[in-house]
């Protein structure tokens, strides 16, 4: 059953009663949870699974249909961040007024010298999510899941991470004044351990992949250990997830209230991925853009790639992986959405497609030399998958191509370091210089 007809055919709101408060939860335009796989609805509560099927859960809304100009005109008189399309997320109406860290309304970079480089004619952009709060696109995600927290009244908010999504959890929570404690392998990056750390919530590192580290967290949640917790990744998920349509209605908004063509998108658990097609599908429901045909790229890094492989092979269903890849924030080997990218690559008639380590190093040096952008590893994934689309005839090179960047390199030096340093290393002279080669 699709989500927009689920939608639709709301009536009442059911309202649900949370863990320690006896007030009834005001998610704004959420109006229950519906199960992706049978349909079957639930209240608004902290739950991600189908009591009847077992199917992932989602919310679904009582979407502001009927008056596209006055909802447009709504928008465009919002705050520069997320907030602006509160009317189309699981918040309540006054949430630019609470305490929160209001990423977004980042960047759309036309980048036409990478398109350039790359034969791209039709308009090329980068979606530069570096500018988050956090420097990654998970501020989006955990900004909606702190407003669940809250309505819930969890007080300690948590999550299990590749990453960027323990220091976006730490900050969010210090911002909201809850506590926070979450979950990372513990052989991440520097620069990403600090990050979780600094913000003075406890960090926990796991001896074991993320896929580990995300069954450890499902454990802890129907434990009395962790009673009160808020995952935002877990049993917030539904409310979490739909962050990430807001990079679509961004994109859209940014280029004129117009869908683009192509979208390369990169997959760590596939769900931005499936929530960009949802917020799309919702901007042409709601009227604020024209209904045209688009295609959804998946991106993943050779090293951790059981969507693309299962998209090459024809599969439905993904097989689990072990990763090994310097693109730790994608490096999920169990992707919980992977059927569904599989499924919206197909139906918008686009494809999954890896790059190897080597490769995404390129890439992230090909974005920087072009346009000034220093993306982390998952950035080198969609521009080093965006250019092998393009060789491959996949990628239409003269339609409109978004292609997003996630996160800020300086959280993945050591991906570049050992092949970017210094040019030379002079003695204060101008004889010496000028040895160097690099007088004009
Ligand atoms: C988490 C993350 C993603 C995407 O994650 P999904 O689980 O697929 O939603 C993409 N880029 C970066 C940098 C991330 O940290």
Known sequence: MSVLAAAASTGTSTSDTSPGTSTPVDLG???????????????LAPAFACTSCFGPLEAAYDLPLGDPEGLRRRIEAGPPSIWRYAPLLPVP????????????????????RLAAELGVTGGLYVKDDSGNPTHSFKDR????????ARAFGFTTLSC??????????????????????????????????????VYGGDVVGIEGTYDDVNRFCSELIGD???????????????????????????????????????????????????KIDKGLRELIATGLVEEKPYKIFGAQAAG???????????????????????????????PADGPYVLDIARRTGGAVEDVSDPEIVDAIK???????IFAETAGGVTVGVTRKLIEAGALDPSLTTV????????????AVAPTTGPTAIIRPNLDSFREAGLAS
């Not at 072990?322 to 490096?331: C, N, Q």
Request: hydrophobic share 40%.
């Open 29 to 43: 335009p959420a109006s229950a949870l519906s199960c992706r796989e049978c349909g079957e609805r639930f209240p």
């Open 93 to 112: 109406a006054d949430v630019a007024d609470k305490p929160n860290l209001a990423p977004g309304w980042t960047q759309l970079v036309k980048a036409d």
């Open 141 to 148: 995600v955990v900004a909606n899941a702190v407003e669940a």
């Open 160 to 197: 299990s991470s590749t990453g960027n999504l323990a220091g976006a959890v730490g900050a969010a929570a210090a911002r909201a004044g809850l506590r926070s404690c979450v979950f990372i392998p513990h052989d991440l990056e520097q620069g990403k351990v600090v990050m979780a750390a």
């Open 224 to 274: 009395p250990a962790g009673e009160g917790w808020g995952f935002v990744n877990v049993n917030l998920r539904p409310y979490y997830a739909e962050g990430s349509k807001t990079l679509a209605y961004e994109i859209c908004e940014q280029l004129g209230w117009r869908l683009p063509d192509q979208l390369v998108v990169p997959i760590a658990s596939g769900s931005q991925l499936t």
């Open 304 to 334: 951790c790639s059981p969507v693309s492989q299962a998209f090459k092979a024809g599969h439905e269903v993904v097989r689990p992986v072990r990763p090994d890849t310097i693109a730790k924030s994608l490096a999920i080997g169990n």
């Open 366 to 372: 090909l974005l920087a030399r072009t346009e000034g």
């Open 403 to 414: 292609v997003l960047n996630t996160g800020d390199g300086l959280k993945t030096l050591d």
